[in-house]
């Protein structure tokens, strides 16, 4: 079992790290196209100041998933993709 978080921004993934027990980190950074994202809704919503714009910033808890790091890292990048694909098409 290993633990991870996601960082967002809004309600926008960016990154994820995945912790298992004894190795380092995997980290994941979602691709270019969800900063993109992030950069749009701020400018679209008018959050242009450094102080606001971090401000929107946020990691999840701490969840827990089976696999390793690496799969898990590699598997929640697909989903995260899968869901903005998904949310898109609705």
Known sequence: M???QIFYWKHIPSQMKVFEEGKRPASRQM???FQTEIT???MALGITGTDDYLSQWQWTSLLEREGTAEDV???LVR???QNAVD???A
């Open 2 to 4: 290993v633990k991870y």
């Open 31 to 33: 691709p270019s196209s």
């Open 40 to 42: 749009r809704t701020a």
């Open 73 to 75: 890292a590699d598997a």
């Open 79 to 81: 989903e995260l993709l």
């Open 87 to 89: 949310q898109n098409k």
